[in-house]
Structure formats: structure tokens, C-alpha cells
């Protein structure tokens, strides 16, 4: 019978299973009790992020206001069970407006307590960026083509001064502001010609002496005004003439004049071959200058000289047509600390980058390389998406305003530009442009989580 019992084999899953079951049971118990720690750890990170976007927005200046109020958001957002267990063990206001605050506390636990472990450590921090003690920079790069002139340009120019003196009356705020006027091209400025980014010819003059021959006209019949219609920037446009339907022409005669031809350079850029059209890389590969063109107003390179930046924005105006790649890449370019200019900071978390683009009008031309004189809408707005998308890739937050925008495949890009869906903004009426403006400023300065 011992022999029997000794080599029997039967009923040992059973024993396997209940030796088993105590180590499963303890591992779903610290399982049960892990997640319900997860979930109030969740609770309290909330709470303390909350703390730190309250005490950061208060306006208080002292670090112990500060923490007053960062104490009552997080006691007023936690359980009751929680709120005595929960310790603050850290509270900084650093030099650069960043408030940093620490939790820790001991949760209770429930089926732990069978392995002796009656709590559950947490610790969790958060940080927010006061509005003051931040560097920003900003690259308002604002249509100027012929599609503004009127009522468009002034409500523009009204909005561009609020948001100016929006910023400027914040006393802690270390902001510098660029403006880039666009059409057809920008215009950097001519007391760039010489520098080491820029490829432009030199101006030169050459006079000689024309010889046609001409038959005078000495009489016409049959005349009538006939008006004509047109688009300039893909608005309509009207003008007339005399036409006649019969000349008289007098005897053939020699006509001579010394003719004079201007080669110069009025500070306007074309665009690099691509795909270095819509980069920021390779500053070695100059920009071309384009002679004996015209185009806005020059831009405006970072500064915190706010009367330099209105006066820039009284000196704009509507003219040419519309290529809004050209904007968005000089606006990257003012923000970027390579060449062609330095006056922006180096990208770092220390910095806050962004670009206002606002347009009127579709883009009614496309690159030929170096000038811009295609047709192809549909090729630009697929530049101006892809120029987005390289800045973006900096940090670079993108705003993107329309004001009664024509082509859908224009509005489409816009949208796709903005670094976030409520950046992108489309109105109907520029008198919404100030409004528009402020929203834009609020979102700038409102505190934000940075940790």
C-alpha cells in the first residue's frame, strides 16, 4: 500500500494549481492596486499641472503668492482621501518666469497589505512659462499685393499696430518683431547688396544713339472710346482707348535719339532652384538679386524698436501680384540664426518662434527660377504647404490668416500651413483683422505647460 501511494500520480494538478494560486492571487492583487494608483496618479498630475498654469497666470510676482496659489488649485482638485497624504515637496519661480512645482505623497493600498506593503509611493512635478520672462520672436509676414489696395491695407495696417502695442506693453516680456512684406517677390533691402548670401549683378548704364524711321500720323476718322477689362493680381480690372477707323499718315522721316538703359537692382530676390526654394539649409548657395525689378516695401529684420516696426508698417503698400512662398521663407528667414541674418536666436527651448502669415488672394504666380513669372497656382500653393512644413520642423509656430480667399487649393494650403487646426484662420471681412490679431497675441502669451 506505501508502494502504491508512493508512485501514484493522481491529484497533482490540483496540488501544482493550489501551491500556484498563491503567488497569482498575490500578483492580480498588486495588479488591482498598481492600476488604481495609476489612475489617482493620474488625478493628482492633472491637479498639480493645473496648480502651476493657475499660479502662473495669477499675475503675482512673489514666489510665496505664487505658491498660495498653487496650493489651493491643487487641494481644490484633489479627493479628500488624497488630499492629506499628498505633500508639496518642491515650489521654484526660476529667472526665466518658469514656475516648477513637486508632489509626493503615500497612497493606501488595499490587497497589497497582504505582502506588507500598506502604500504606494507617488511623485510628480510640473512646470508653465509665465507670459513675462520669455523670449519671443515673431515674423509678421503680411500681404501686399495689388488685391489689398484700398480697405484691405488699412484694416491690415490697423490690426498689425494693435498686435504691435499688444506687445510692446508687456513690460516682462524679452519680444523682438520682423516684418516681411510680400507680392510677387520681397524685397531684403539694398544695403544687403554686398553681403556674402546674396548673387547681384551690378548696376551699370549704357547710352546710344537710335536711329527709326516713322510715318507722322496727320489725321483720323471714325474714332470711339473703347474700354478693355483685364485682371491685376486676379482682380478685374477696366481701362480704355481711342480707337479709329481710318489714319492719315504723312511723308516717311528719319528720327534719331540717344537712348538710355538702366540696369538696377531695387533690392528685389528671386528663389533658388529647388529644392533649395523652400529651405533654410545651405546659406553657401546665394540668393539671387533681380535686376531691374520692383517689388514691396523692403522687410523688416527682428528688432524691439517699435516705432522702426510701425513706421515699417505706415510705409506698405498694395501692389503686384501674389506669391506667398516668397513670404513664408524670408519669414522663416528673419527667425532663423544662420544667414542670411542673425538677429534671431539659436532654436532652444529658451526661445519661442512663430510666424503670422495673412493673405488676400490665391497665388497667381509660380517659379520660373530664379524670378517668378509661371502661372501654375496649384505648383506654388504646393511650395508654400512644403515651406511650412520645413519651418515647422524648426519649432517654428505658424498662424495663417485668409481674408476672403478665392481658390480652395490656396485655402487648403493655409490650413495645412498652421502648425495647429485653430491657427488657421479664414474671415470675409478684413474689419475682423484686429480682432483676428488679438486672438492671435492671447494665444502667444497664454501660460503653457513646459514640463
Not at 114 to 124: G, S
Not at 211 to 231: D, I, L, M, N, Q
Not at 381 to 401: G, H, P, Q, W
Not at 422 to 429: G, H, Y
Amino acid at each position: 500500500m506505501l508502494k502504491t501511494f508512493a508512485t501514484n500520480r493522481s491529484g497533482n494538478f490540483g496540488m501544482i494549481a493550489a501551491l500556484l494560486s498563491i503567488p497569482l492571487f498575490g500578483a492580480a492583487a498588486l495588479a488591482v492596486d498598481y492600476v488604481n494608483a495609476a489612475g489617482q496618479r493620474s488625478n493628482i498630475q492633472n491637479a498639480v499641472d493645473a496648480a502651476v498654469l493657475a499660479a502662473a497666470s495669477s499675475g503675482k510676482s512673489a514666489e510665496g503668492d505664487l505658491r498660495a496659489v498653487a496650493e489651493k488649485v491643487l487641494l481644490a482638485n484633489v479627493d479628500a482621501d488624497t488630499r492629506d497624504e499628498l505633500k508639496i515637496t518642491g515650489f521654484d519661480l526660476n529667472a526665466e518666469g518658469q514656475v516648477t512645482m513637486s508632489v509626493s505623497g503615500q497612497l493606501p493600498s488595499t490587497f497589497a497589505r497582504i505582502f506588507r506593503l500598506d502604500v504606494l509611493e507617488v511623485a510628480v512635478s510640473a512646470q508653465a512659462q509665465r507670459p513675462g520672462g520669455q523670449s519671443v520672436e515673431i515674423a509678421l509676414v503680411l500681404d501686399n499685393t495689388y488685391s489689398m489696395v484700398g480697405r484691405k491695407l488699412s484694416d491690415l495696417k490697423t490690426a498689425t499696430n494693435a498686435l504691435i502695442k499688444t506687445f510692446e506693453d508687456e513690460q516682462d516680456l524679452d519680444v523682438k518683431i520682423a516684418l516681411v512684406p510680400f507680392s510677387r517677390y520681397v524685397n531684403v533691402g539694398t544695403q544687403h547688396r554686398d553681403a556674402s548670401w546674396l548673387d547681384v549683378d551690378p548696376d551699370s548704364s549704357s547710352t546710344e544713339n537710335v536711329c527709326y524711321k516713322r510715318k507722322p500720323v496727320t489725321g483720323k476718322s471714325g474714332c470711339r472710346t473703347e474700354t478693355t477689362t483685364g485682371t491685376n493680381d486676379g482682380v478685374p480690372t477696366t481701362r480704355t482707348r481711342e480707337v479709329c477707323t481710318s489714319y492719315t499718315y504723312g511723308p516717311e522721316e528719319t528720327v534719331c535719339s540717344d537712348r538710355t538703359t538702366n540696369i538696377r537692382w531695387y533690392g528685389c530676390v528671386g528663389s533658388r532652384d529647388a529644392p533649395l526654394d523652400v529651405t533654410d539649409t545651405r546659406p553657401d548657395r546665394r540668393i539671387p538679386g533681380l535686376m531691374n525689378q520692383r517689388c514691396s516695401t523692403p522687410l523688416l529684420t527682428l528688432t524691439d524698436n517699435f516705432t522702426a516696426i510701425r513706421k515699417a508698417v505706415t510705409d506698405m503698400n498694395a501692389q503686384y501680384d501674389t506669391y506667398i512662398p516668397a513670404g513664408i521663407m524670408w519669414g522663416w528667414r528673419v527667425l532663423s540664426p544662420q544667414a542670411p541674418f542673425t538677429e534671431g536666436k539659436a532654436y532652444s527651448r529658451d526661445v519661442r518662434k512663430f510666424m503670422i502669415v495673412m493673405t488676400d488672394g490665391s497665388n497667381t504666380l509660380s517659379p520660373s527660377y530664379p524670378h517668378h513669372n509661371g502661372k501654375d497656382g496649384t505648383y506654388a500653393d504646393r511650395l508654400m504647404t512644403r515651406a511650412c512644413d520645413n519651418a515647422k520642423a524648426e519649432s517654428i509656430e505658424i498662424f495663417t490668416v485668409g481674408v476672403d480667399v478665392p481658390n480652395a487649393s490656396t485655402r487648403d494650403g493655409l490650413v495645412a500651413c498652421a502648425s495647429k487646426a485653430k491657427n488657421a484662420v479664414a474671415i470675409t471681412d478684413s474689419s475682423k483683422l484686429d480682432e483676428v490679431f488679438q486672438n492671435i497675441a492671447g494665444e502667444i502669451l497664454s501660460v503653457r505647460l513646459t514640463m
